[in-house]
């Protein structure tokens, strides 16, 4: 390198600025003088209000028309960047002045940042007034109660949103009414659909303008533009999965709730296993107030195992949920990776079968079955069912239902050939698991479920009959079978 390419390379500096949010009179004293002394200027956009109002006596340049001429915002950072980085290697005084502050929203510059980093080029920030502040004044609140700060254009990217709806959030770069359709229906997967919002224009302007809606009309507001922004409220202090696990540490610590700190992994096991029933049986009655209210209630074991955990030093809810997401995504190579499966959902399952043996055999040198993962502690029928489908995906199965058919025929003449009660008993589970495996094949694949509605039958129709015999004021135990045959028919008959 000469001596002139060393000087060059020695002073080559890259200053970026904030313009503030909109009126020139935001521009900081030290913003305006780096403007007066730069060789260049070079503007992210020139569309800012205050553009006009700025001391340049030097040369302007902006990148509006790279906006233009590219549809990806990826390839728009790239091409600025590497602009200003081959400029600030000629050794110019040069400046990129960005709206707001640098480090408030501005993909380029953090992008900047890094790769000015790598190249050992000095790098100077010189802060402004961001969008947020302004935002703050027009909504009358302060940024330290919890408020997030987001880019709705992740939000509006995503399916569920990234949100604690417990705390106030304020989402940036809602510029367009196709941003806001986009947004709100993300934001719809939390929030109720005419939840109250607002939308916030111009802030920092003369023409600054609070916009309160309901959330699902936020795309059909005509004041949308490149300076609005949106308000969520916080949705209620107990609405996030952050404000439960804090209502669990507490009643877990010194503070908290006796019998809560005694609780023990084993010790919950029989609540675990009730809540999970109590749950059923709200999926059965189709009630989704009860089962709203039986999914939290199963919930709070989950929380409360993880608190436990945390306590005693175990694992922390966020590595439950880090392992939770790692394994959907690792296990759904057809959504996040390049995996083929034409739409084909018993390709899935094949797939995630295959993922589960694969994660298994590298887990240890030890032996694993197929039918590893199924919980043995589950009902019988469930695990039952769950072994005779696992087994039949590697073609361990009938060929036809009526081979089932057979085989139940065939177990059920061993049970009357059996020589003793212990042999016979035997022989009527090998029938029940031959008759689990029929229901397969007829396409139940719950066996559990069909059994509750075969039990909720039964407790319809002998309640019946009790009915019957308290009208009458008799004693069950004092009717004749035929009789109590007489009003089981009956309720069966008001059944059709």
């Known amino acids: 390198m000469s001596k002139k390419d060393c000087a060059i390379a020695n002073s080559a500096k890259l200053t970026i600025l904030g313009l503030g949010p909109g009126s020139v009179e935001h521009l900081t004293v030290r913003a305006w ?28 340049i902006s990148f509006d028309g790279i ?3 590219h549809s990806r915002f990826e390839d728009v950072y790239d091409q600025i960047t590497a602009r200003l980085l081959s400029a600030a290697r000629r050794g110019e005084a040069l400046v990129y002045a960005v709206p707001g502050d640098p480090l408030v929203g501005e993909a380029t510059v953090t992008r900047l940042l890094s790769l000015a980093a790598q190249a050992d080029l000095p790098v100077e920030i010189i802060h402004g007034l961001s969008f947020i502040e302004p935002c703050l004044a027009q909504l009358g609140i302060d940024a330290l109660d919890g408020l997030q700060v987001l880019d709705a254009l992740e939000v509006a990217d995503a399916y569920h949103p990234a949100i604690n709806p417990a705390l106030p959030t304020l989402l940036a770069q809602v510029y367009s009414r196709g941003v806001a359709s986009n947004l709100k229906l993300t934001l719809m997967n939390q929030y109720p659909d005419s939840f109250p919002v607002k939308l916030l224009h111009a802030a920092g302007t003369d023409a600054a303008r609070l916009e309160a809606l309901p959330l699902y009309a936020i795309d059909r507001s005509p004041h949308i533009g490149v300076m609005t922004a949106l308000y969520l409220p916080p949705l209620d202090e107990l609405s996030s999965f952050e404000s439960i696990q804090n209502t669990i540490a507490h009643l877990r610590s010194p503070e908290g709730c006796p019998w809560d700190r005694e609780q023990t992994h084993q010790s919950l096991r029989p609540f675990l296993i009730e809540e999970a029933y109590e749950m059923l049986a709200a ?107 696992r087994v039949s995906k590697i073609g361990f199965d009938w060929e036809a239902a009526q081979d089932v058919m057979e085989k139940a025929r065939e177990e059920w003449d061993e049970i009357f050939a059996a020589e003793s009660d212990e042999e016979r008993a035997l022989e009527i589970g090998d029938l029940i698991f031959v008759l689990v495996n029929w229901l397969r094949w007829l396409g139940v694949d719950d066996p559990e479920s069909l059994m509750r509605s075969v039990n909720a039958k039964f407790y319809k129709r002998f309640s019946y009959v009790e009915a019957q015999a308290l009208a009458r004021g008799v004693a069950l135990s004092d009717m004749s079978l035929d009789q109590l045959e007489a009003w089981w028919q009956q309720a069966k008959q008001q059944e059709t």
């Open 33 to 60: 003088r780096a403007l007066q002394a730069a060789d260049t200027v070079y503007l992210r956009t020139n569309r800012h209000p205050a553009v006009a109002e700025l001391p340049i006596k030097a040369q302007t």
């Open 67 to 69: 906006y233009e001429s």
């Open 283 to 389: 999926l059965d009655t189709a009630d989704p107030a009860a089962l709203c209210e039986e999914m939290g209630d199963l919930l709070l074991q989950i929380v409360l195992h993880a608190q436990i955990a945390t306590d005693d030093g175990e694992f922390q809810m966020v590595d439950v949920l880090r392992q939770l997401n790692q394994k959907l995504i690792r296990r759904h190579p057809h959504i996040y990776a390049d995996t083929d499966v034409a739409g084909d959902s018993d390709q899935v399952t094949r797939n995630w079968e295959a993922i589960k043996r694969a994660e298994k055999a590298a887990s240890a040198d030890t032996f694993h079955s197929i039918l590893d993962g199924i919980p043995k502690m589950a009902p019988a029928l469930l695990v039952a069912h769950r072994y005779s489908a």
